[in-house]
């Protein structure tokens, strides 16, 4: 069955770094954008940063243009996310999720199956 599976998450420093990883099961990521979406308690969801498919284009949410970076290893089934410069505000739970379609959107119904989530801590 489809399965999307977090893993990188953890404490860091402000300042510092983590690589989140979302390994799939269960289908052909090649075909597939993938979007990464994080929660922080008492807050809506939002769009992260996406991957389409077709042509590896990429979307980053404002707040995490320029110390975020998407990327994707489809021989290994596992999208990434290096996140640099982490400050206290990315503190979070992190999901990746599926896209089949093909058009640029971090809007959540174009998104069909979701992982479970990886905790992000950014504390001094």
């Known amino acids: 069955q489809v399965q999307l599976v977090e893993s990188g998450g953890g404490l860091a420093k402000p300042g510092g770094s983590l690589r989140l990883s979302c390994t799939v099961s269960?289908?052909?990521?090649?075909?597939?954008?993938i979007g990464w979406f994080r929660q922080a308690p008492g807050k809506e969801r939002e769009g992260v940063s996406y991957?389409?498919?077709?042509?590896?284009?990429?979307i980053y949410a404002d707040s995490v243009k320029g110390r975020f970076t998407i990327s994707r290893d489809n021989a290994k089934n596992t999208v990434y996310l290096q996140m640099d410069n982490l400050k206290p505000e990315d503190t979070a739970v992190y999901s990746c999720?599926?896209?089949?379609?093909?058009?640029?959107?971090?809007?959540?119904?174009?998104?069909?199956?979701w992982g479970q989530g990886t905790q992000v801590t950014v504390s001094a």
């Open positions: 999720a599926r896209s089949p379609l093909n058009i640029m959107t971090m809007q959540s119904p174009a998104f069909d199956f």
């Open positions: 269960g289908f052909t990521l090649s075909l597939y954008s």
């Open positions: 991957i389409r498919s077709k042509d590896d284009n990429t």
